[in-house]
Structures are given as structure tokens and as C-alpha cells.
């Protein structure tokens, strides 16, 4: 089968400006971050573009959308040499690889190494991301053909790019830990981690720790000596020692502590704030425990994932980067979504087409609006207004071409308070998320896979997918069946499950060789400089020195 001319410059048009997408995501990470790590985030954006582009053309092509594989795996037409028609999608496809890749880091920036996110995006863009491509978008993926005839159905990758990449980019962040100046500690006069606040009031006394002790902390900052040029012994014993995620490594010797053993700090980041206290303390905090349960701790829980309070937040450098660049995301979302259609050729094909275009630019729309009717219950600045709207992108995402319109207004006011929810669970992990974006793509993504079980027209997916699912495949609320819901569902586990193993034993594995974290005296005195890269904006040094 030949395509016609219109297809290919269909596809052509449409995979130049879905890698608009790579510019957009380098300027909100670069106006996201400290003015100390911009350059460095503009060169992890470049690197994940390249290392994508070349791993998904070698072999992630072949895994993806190979002829000779199986049900969960390609094989066959590695090296891309575009001698066969369907190539002519290949660039396309590689702007989705690069975007899961993406993702990842704008969660772990500031303080991952080049070396291992570069790592990552290799294994991904070769191995992981691909064969949920062909899970989902292969003919012959066990996704794609679905149970009972029932499939997931994931039009333009809510799921299987957004969901995917940040639940790498979740795992990555939790082995990493915070940045340094993120959630620093303070102590009380007898030595515990009492509640963080911004400075450190009182000055820790020695104290036991398991494996090497933590470097210099002054105010939330580590302190190189003058000398220290190189990593020194003490740096690398402590940072292979430490588990982790864990700041400060200053746990206390069980067996040697007389304190009791609620009073240490033995917390993994996110399962507890790390703070010891005394005992009258910890005797209020249970009573108040227990009052919550009596007049209903499940709605103080459920209150606390909308309303908690980020603590020291580190301010973006420059939140017109951030506007320019989500602007520029949601422009490059209309070939993300609509370069989906693989032609344009017969009227259905063309209605998708309008479908997908006018519900990608309504459902962001309403979910602003959202976020300003309930600006006085929760208050956000231009940088969560923006992350509003991109999670209203990656939630219409997979339903964009098989709702219809109306279904934008649910889609968009669920987005916002998915956002609210997703980003109170980061803080309550304790997973420092530079760029918000957990809470765009991991909740975005899971609310759009959702959402095609729920308001998907059964009728228009029997068109478009020429009646090969049954009659009455289509969403909840238009067929009263739970089928195609369940499986949005039993993809949205199988896709995470399959991430999750992948991330955590690649991460893991860095952070023991010690290849994950940059240096601490290079993150405190800023990888730009530290790197060789410059300065992105000199006057601050100058402002401050």
C-alpha cells in the first residue's frame, strides 16, 4: 500500500511541530528551576533528543511496530531506512519517545547526573517505552487486541507517554531525594530533627549515624572547604551509605540510643516528616490522632491531599519561561493529538480530526476557568495556572478523538482538582517535583486513559476502528458497560507495573555505584558553574556577592 501524497505530508506536518514540544518542555524546566542548574537542564533536554532519537531509530522502531514479533513484543525492520511505507511515521513516533524521556527529567532536575539521565533515556527509548507502543498501538499488541474483544484504547498516549514517564520520573526522584535546599532540617537542643522551617535556628550536635556522617549543613546548604575541590573520601562513603532519598543520613543507633524509637529519624521521604520531638510531643500528636479518627480521619486525609502546604518552596527564576514554554506545549499538543489520525483521506478520518482539534483546545480552556472560580479556596500563581491546563492536555489526550465536545467541561473541571490531588501527594512522599510535573502527566495521563471507559461514544469508535470491537464498546456512561473500563484500568496497571519494576532497578542500581547524584559541592555551588557551563544570569551572582 502506497500512501497518498496528502497522508505523508499529513504526517510530515505534523511531526515538525510536535518537536515544537521539546521546546516548550526545555523552557518551562529552564525557567522552573534555580538560576544555579538552567543551562544544565537546556543540555539534559538536548541530550534526551538525541540519545531518543538515535536508540528509537536503531531498535525501538522494531520492538514498537515490528512484523515478526508476538503479542507482547516486536521484532524485525531495525535501522529505519525508510523503505517501507509505514516509516513514514517514524519522526512522529520519535517525538512521543522523547517526550516520555522528557518527563523524567523535568522531576529529577537540578541534581541528577548527565551520565544517568542519558543512561535512562537509552534504556527507555530502546527498550521500555517501545514495547508499551506495541502493547497499545501495534496490531498485534495484547492491549490492542483487548480481552473478549474489549481493548485499551489510548488514542494519542495519555497513558502510554505521559502516565509512563512520570512514573519513571516518581521513582527517579524518591531514589534521588530532595534538592538541598528544598526541605532542609532543623534540630532541637537535644540534637532530634524537630519541624523543617527555612533556617536552621539551633546548630546539631554530633550524633551516631548509620554509615559515614553527612557533610557540612549550614542553613539548608552544604558546605565545601576551601580545599575540596575533588569528592572527598567522606562525600563518597556517605553517599553510597546513605539510603536513599534520605537528606541527611542522621539516623540514630538504635541500640545505643536511649531515646524511644518513635523519637528517630528513620523515615524514607514521604512516609513521615522525619521529625523526632520528646514525648510530649509525640503523646499530643497521638491524642490529636485519635480525636481525627473519632470525628473522621478519612476526611481529614482526603482534606489534607487538597489543602497541604508546600513547605520552603524554591521559586522559580523565571515564570514568564514557564508561560512561554506551556504555551508553546499546548500548541505542539495539536499535532501531539491530531497527528494521531493517520490520514485524511475519508470523512471519518476528517471528523476525527476536527473532534480532536476542538477538544484539545476546550478542555485546557475549561480547566483555567476552573482554577479561577475557585481561586479564593485554592490559590495558585501563573506557574500552577499553566500546570492546570497542561493537565487538562494530558487527560484529553487519549479520549481526544472518541468523545464528544460536551465532555470537554467534565474532563477539564476533573483535571484541576486531579492536578490539586497529584501534586498534595508528591508533597506528602516528600518527592521533590521542580516543574509540577507528577501531577500534569501521571494525573493527567491516568484521568484521560480513564476517561475513555467512561464517556467514550460507542458509535464513533465502531466507525473509526471499522466495527473490528463489539457493538457496544464505549463508555459507561453512554452503553452502561463496564468492559472497556476495565480495561483502561487493567492498562493503566499493567503500563505502571511494567515502568515501575524498569525505574526502580535502574535507579536503584546507579544510586549504589554512586552515578545517580551530582556532587555536593557541585549542587551547592551550582552545576552550571560546576560543569563548565556558565551562567545564565550573571547578575545574580553579581547581586549577591
Not at 129 to 147: A, T
Not at 155 to 176: D, N, P, Q, R
Not at 224 to 236: M, N, R, W
Not at 416 to 423: K, M
Request: proline share 6%; with cysteine; hydrophobic share 40%.
Amino acid at each position: 500500500m502506497v500512501h497518498p501524497e496528502s497522508s505523508v505530508i499529513w504526517y510530515a506536518n505534523n511531526g515538525w511541530l510536535l518537536f515544537l514540544m521539546q521546546i516548550g518542555f526545555s523552557l518551562l524546566e529552564a525557567g522552573s528551576v534555580s538560576h544555579r542548574s538552567v543551562l544544565d537542564t537546556m543540555v539534559k533536554n538536548l541530550l534526551d533528543s538525541s540519545v531518543c532519537m538515535v536508540c528509537f531509530w536503531a531498535v525501538g522502531w522494531s520492538f514498537a511496530y515490528g512484523t515478526t514479533g508476538n503479542s507482547f513484543i516486536g521484532c524485525g525492520d531495525f535501522f529505519v531506512d525508510g523503505s517501507s511505507d509505514a516509516h513514514i511515521s517514524f519522526f512522529y513516533q520519535v517525538g512521543f519517545v522523547a517526550n516520555a524521556a522528557t518527563i523524567v527529567s523535568g522531576l529529577m532536575a537540578e541534581r541528577a547526573q548527565n551520565s544517568a539521565y542519558g543512561a535512562m533515556s537509552f534504556l527507555f527509548a530502546s527498550f521500555v517505552v517501545p514495547i508499551m507502543f506495541h502493547w497499545v498501538w501495534s496490531p498485534d499488541g495484547w492491549l490492542y487486541k483487548g480481552i473478549h474483544s474489549y481493548p485499551y484504547l489510548d488514542f494519542a498516549g495519555s497513558g502510554v507517554v505521559h502516565m509512563v514517564g512520570a512514573t519513571a520520573g516518581f521513582i527517579g526522584s524518591w531514589v534521588l531525594g530532595p534538592r538541598l535546599r528544598r526541605w532542609p532540617r532543623t534540630y532541637d537542643e537535644s540534637g532530634s530533627p524537630s519541624p523543617q522551617q527555612p533556617t536552621l535556628d539551633v546548630e546539631a550536635p554530633p550524633k551516631k549515624s548509620h554509615g559515614a556522617e553527612p557533610p557540612n549543613v549550614e542553613n539548608g546548604i552544604v558546605n565545601a572547604s576551601e580545599d575540596d575541590d575533588a569528592p572527598s573520601e567522606a562525600l563518597d562513603e556517605y553517599r553510597s551509605s546513605t539510603p536513599p532519598g534520605h537528606g541527611d543520613g542522621s539516623c540514630e543507633d538504635s541500640q545505643n540510643s536511649s531515646t524511644d524509637a518513635s523519637e528517630m529519624c528513620s523515615s524514607i521521604p514521604g512516609f513521615g516528616n522525619g521529625s523526632g520531638g520528646d514525648d510530649a510531643e509525640m503523646e499530643d500528636e497521638d491524642k490529636d490522632e485519635d480525636e481525627d479518627e473519632e470525628s473522621g480521619g478519612a476526611t481529614e486525609c482526603c482534606h489534607n491531599f487538597f489543602h497541604h502546604p508546600d513547605q520552603n518552596p524554591i521559586e522559580p527564576v523565571n515564570k514568564a519561561y514557564v508561560v512561554i514554554g506551556g504555551m508553546l506545549l499546548w500548541y505542539g499538543w495539536l499535532a501531539f493529538n491530531s497527528g494521531s489520525v493517520p490520514a485524511v483521506q475519508t470523512q471519518v478520518q476528517q471528523q476525527a480530526v476536527a473532534r480532536t482539534t476542538i477538544n484539545t483546545m476546550l478542555t485546557p480552556a475549561i480547566a483555567v476557568i476552573t482554577a479561577y472560580l475557585f481561586k479564593s479556596i485554592y490559590p495558585w500563581d501563573v506557574c500552577t495556572l499553566i500546570s492546570v491546563a497542561l493537565t487538562a492536555l494530558a487527560a484529553i489526550t487519549a479520549p481526544c478523538a472518541l468523545v464528544h465536545p460536551a465532555f470537554c467541561i467534565p474532563i477539564g473541571v476533573m483535571a484541576f482538582f486531579t492536578h490539586r490531588f497529584f501534586r498534595n501527594v508528591a508533597l506528602n512522599f516528600k518527592v521533590d517535583d521542580p516543574v509540577d510535573a507528577f501531577p500534569v502527566h501521571f494525573g493527567g495521563g491516568l484521568l484521560g486513559a480513564l476517561s475513555v471507559g467512561l464517556f467514550a461514544d460507542d458509535v464513533i469508535i465502531n466507525e473509526y476502528y471499522l466495527n473490528m470491537y463489539p457493538h457496544d464498546c464505549g463508555g459507561l456512561f453512554y452503553v452502561g458497560n463496564p468492559y472497556l473500563l476495565g480495561m483502561q484500568c487493567l492498562g493503566c496497571v499493567a503500563m505502571i507495573s511494567w515502568t515501575a519494576v524498569w525505574a526502580f532497578m535502574f535507579f536503584n542500581l546507579s544510586h549504589r555505584f554512586g552515578r545517580l547524584r551530582i556532587r555536593f559541592q557541585d549542587e551547592n555551588l551550582g552545576i552550571d558553574i560546576a560543569k563548565g557551563h556558565g551562567e545564565a544570569y550573571p547578575y545574580f551572582a553579581l547581586a549577591q556577592g
